[in-house]
């Protein structure tokens, strides 16, 4: 069966063993007339725990078995920093984020995108035929990164997936240009934000309860490299990141770039979808300490994106013989911005070199950067990675400042590293 | 002539005899080898639990109606990767109707902080009221859950390290 799938289930205790297997055939028995423990106790409209959970066995599908899995209900993985070491990341090592189910019997000659809104001139319905057809194609490479990124590492916890370091990526994304396809509808002088609506389905399976509806401001929506894309690499999208159809916003959260796309509003206000108030993807408008209890109106939307680096080569652990200089390098981004300088320490921050660093294909791509490593002597070190965006802002060597749902953790990303 | 040919006779026993206590050796040797290697490729073969294992897995395998609901290894509720201690059938079921159970075993929070994550859910996410359960479940996430102390950044995680050989040139 698919114990290998998931190998790297987050808690390991599924798999540890070799369980997984068994805990198959456990769901299969378990829906042969077994007993449910508490099962008379179960709330109306809850259902006991069943075939869903086989999903869990399948791996998710169209990736690499070798993300970390946080969840399956719904899907959400991380990509270990090592995997992503290509300067284009392979469709199979993107992350998965979702916050509901994926829809099921997508027929892509259906699929229509309509645009519509208090600030829309007309409401206008294309099929997904029209937009490849009335419109320029562009492919881009953008960054895009979850907001909760990194969210593990904050004290006290935040609630929700417990991201580390790989919730992030840099495909070429092909599609249209947000800013065409809107202008051919015609914007309004008023227009503020734009709404994106999916056909994700609610984890309650309600049909009609909307999972998750974020957008970003209006200025945003019109830039460039604001996509309607279709394509990841040169291929469909991945079912799981939003196939046939999705927005993509390089630099921000990437609850922003709406996944199986199928309605944009624009909007004569903030949007109000769901997800875009409370503490949702909004961080304390002032610094708060750990714990705080921050009400929402004194929370902020998250914009761009802070700026950010990972080691992707090499994997963490690698030990070396004696003074053999090795390779170091990976990538730094910067939400809106550029990277400016790349340095490492090998000292736990007291000394930093500076690495090569090379320009984004396009802007809101990633930037690559390498240098080589010596190590002084016998013993255990750590390599820890710092970017310098075009402002002059650093990753910090500790977390950064504390927020009620672990968004923006950009500390700096450390390997551990031993010459013997 | 008799002498003479029994004596062979015994020789050749003898010689039989040998041959099959070396093929008992034989049988003996290439069993303690399979015992070792069966050891060293999951050491988890010689304990109790793999057995009961084994034997739930047979007789799914066979009967296709055994619950595992029940299964525990090394204090871990198999089926959920739950601490199997306390009210984590409560857990279990309850919160497992809805998501993942890592949704669960992932999280730290106090008793406070678990309460306002049941009334989120309850408000945002249709969940529905937990009744006279919700005070065991809260006692169960908040002992089994519960934040750990830290500082601003903890040392990278020993314990997690693969350490590995880097070949130059790589």
């Given at each position: ?37 508490f099962?008379?106790n ?379 | ?86 009210d984590?059938?409560l857990?279990?079921e309850f ?35 937990l009744g006279e359960y919700e005070e065991p479940i ?33």
């Amino acid at each position: 069966m698919a114990e290998k799938k998931n190998s790297k289930f987050i808690d390991g205790s599924i798999n540890r063993k070799g369980f997984m297997k068994i805990a198959g055939l456990t769901a299969v028995g378990a829906l042969v007339g077994s007993k449910i423990v508490f099962g008379e106790n179960l709330p109306e409209g809850i259902d006991p725990i069943g075939l869903d959970d086989l999903d869990a066995l399948e791996g998710i599908p169209d990736k690499s078995d070798q993300l970390i899995v946080l969840n399956s209900k719904p899907w959400n993985a991380e990509t270990p920093p090592h995997l992503l070491d290509d300067k284009i990341t392979p469709a199979d090592k993107f992350f998965v984020r979702n916050n509901g189910k994926v829809p099921q019997d997508i027929d892509v000659s259906k699929w229509t995108l309509t645009i519509e809104g208090e600030s829309a001139a007309a409401t206008k319905t294309y099929t997904l035929e029209d937009l490849k057809t009335k419109f320029k194609h562009h492919t881009l490479q953008l960054t895009v990164e979850c907001g909760g990124n990194g969210r593990s590492e904050f004290n006290p916890p935040a609630k929700g997936n417990q991201w580390s370091l790989g919730a992030v990526g840099c495909p070429q994304w092909t599609g249209v240009k947000l800013k065409d396809v809107l202008n051919d509808v015609g914007v309004k002088s008023n227009a503020v934000y734009i709404g994106y609506y999916g056909k994700d389905v609610h984890l309650n399976g309600d049909v009609n309860k909307v999972v998750i509806s974020r957008g970003v401001p209006i200025k945003k929506a019109m830039e460039e490299e604001s996509l309607i894309a279709w394509a990841m690499n040169g291929e469909d999208l991945p079912l799981m990141n939003g196939y046939p159809l999705r927005l993509v916003f390089g630099g921000w959260p990437a609850s922003t770039s709406g996944k199986w796309l199928h309605k944009i509003s624009i909007r004569d206000i903030v949007h109000d979808g769901p997800k875009m108030g409370g503490k949702s993807y909004r961080i304390p408008k002032y610094p708060v300490a750990p714990g705080t209890k921050v009400p929402d109106e004194d929370m902020k939307i998250i914009e761009s994106m802070p700026v950010k680096s990972l080691i992707t080569f090499p994997k963490t652990g690698a030990e070396v013989k004696g003074s053999t200089s090795f390779e170091v390098r990976g990538h730094a981004w910067a939400g809106d911005l550029s990277v400016k300088e790349m340095h490492v320490s090998i000292d736990f921050g007291v000394t930093w070199k500076k690495c090569e660093l090379g320009n984004p294909v396009n802007k809101l791509a990633w930037q690559h950067w390498k240098t080589t490593v010596t190590l002084p002597q016998d013993g255990y070190y750590e390599v820890w990675a710092r970017a310098t965006d075009s402002k002059g802002d650093m990753q910090p060597m500790i977390v950064p400042g504390w927020n009620p749902k672990g968004y923006l953790n950009n500390a700096t990303h450390r390997i551990a590293v031993k010459r013997k | 002539m008799e002498e003479q040919d029994q004596l062979p006779e015994d020789k050749s026993q003898l010689i039989a005899r040998l041959i099959r206590s070396f093929n008992m050796l034989k049988v003996i040797f290439w069993f303690v080898l399979g015992l070792l290697v069966l050891i060293w490729a999951d050491p988890d073969f010689i304990h109790d639990e793999y057995w009961e294992a084994r034997n739930v897995e047979i007789q799914i395998g066979v009967e296709g109606d055994l619950d595992m609901r029940d299964s525990v290894f090394n204090g871990i509720h198999v089926m959920s990767g739950l601490v199997a201690e306390g009210d984590y059938k409560l857990v279990f079921e309850f919160c497992g109707s809805c998501h993942n159970h890592a949704l669960v075993t992932q999280n730290r929070a106090t008793k406070d902080g678990w309460k306002e994550i049941i009334v989120w859910m309850q408000e945002k996410q249709e969940m529905q009221d937990l009744g006279e359960y919700e005070e065991p479940i809260l006692t169960y996430l908040s002992t089994y859950y519960a934040p750990k102390e830290g500082g601003r950044r903890p040392p990278l995680n020993q314990d997690e390290i693969d350490w590995y050989e880097l070949k130059p040139n790589q």
